[in-house]
């Protein structure tokens, strides 16, 4: 454990469901994150929450819905996806202050969601 | 614009070798970089970072060392174990939190 747990870790969905991804740390971090991992691209950063304010919003389709009602809880909410949505859903968390030595994102193990 | 790119998508090395995962970054202004490692079914794990004012820094087994003039990342990883099979990760962190992932190179390790 690593101290961002992410769940479910798996998840199967139809293009007409809705469903949650939930993250949780337990660091005291201040800023959370949405990525994206998709096969052969780069991490894709997709959303932001610094103090619980979203602080950027990465061009992301409006199927994607996130939520942060504490500065150690974040959700993505996801409805009518696409098959090119599938993906592993990475929550990160970080401590987002100028005077800090590490400027590391410590990761959950991520969602790994598949959109049929 | 900013990138930032691994030289070799995949790297092959003998057990007991030392390996060499290298990037480059376009950003002169980046004032951090981190290596993660992810293994299969895991999310990336910080490894080691250094700071634009040095040039080298050693880890347990893993050393990193950074190359300004020619913008070059590198991490070295002494005496490769099948433990260490992953992709490896290179960030950028521009202006304190603006952070930028490599594309990954994934390190297998032969027995």
């Known amino acids: 454990e690593t101290g961002v747990t992410q769940t479910p870790r798996h998840l199967v969905m139809g293009m007409t469901n809705k469903k949650s991804l939930k993250c949780e740390q337990h660091?005291?971090?201040?800023?959370m994150y949405w990525y994206k991992q998709s096969a052969k691209k780069p991490l894709e950063l997709m959303f932001v929450?610094?103090?619980?304010?979203?602080?950027e919003n990465n061009s992301v389709p409006s199927r994607f819905s996130p939520e942060c009602p504490n500065s150690s809880h974040l959700f993505l909410h996801l409805h009518t996806l696409q098959p090119e949505d599938s993906a592993l859903y990475l929550c990160?968390?970080?401590?987002?202050?100028?005077?800090?030595?590490?400027?590391?994102?410590?990761f959950g193990s991520g969602t790994r969601l598949t959109v049929v | 614009g900013e990138s930032v790119g691994l030289h070799l998508p995949t790297l092959s090395v003998q057990e007991g070798d030392n390996s060499i995962i290298n990037c480059a970054y376009s950003?002169?202004?980046?004032?951090?970089f981190i290596w993660y490692k992810q293994e299969s079914g895991k999310g990336p794990q910080f490894i080691i970072d250094?700071?634009?004012?040095?040039d080298k820094r050693q880890g347990q087994r893993v050393t990193v060392l950074l190359n300004k003039t020619v913008k070059h990342l590198s991490l070295q990883i002494a005496a490769t174990q099948p433990g260490d099979s992953a992709v490896y990760f290179c960030?950028?962190?521009?202006?304190?939190?603006?952070?930028?992932f490599g594309a990954g190179t994934r390190l297998f390790v032969k027995a």
């Open positions: 990160a968390s970080s401590q987002e202050a100028r005077d800090t030595d590490n400027y590391g994102y410590t």
């Open positions: 960030a950028e962190i521009t202006g304190g939190f603006k952070t930028i």
């Open positions: 929450y610094n103090f619980k304010e979203q602080t």
């Open positions: 660091l005291g971090h201040n800023a």
């Open positions: 950003n002169s202004a980046s004032d951090y």
């Open positions: 250094i700071r634009s004012n040095m």
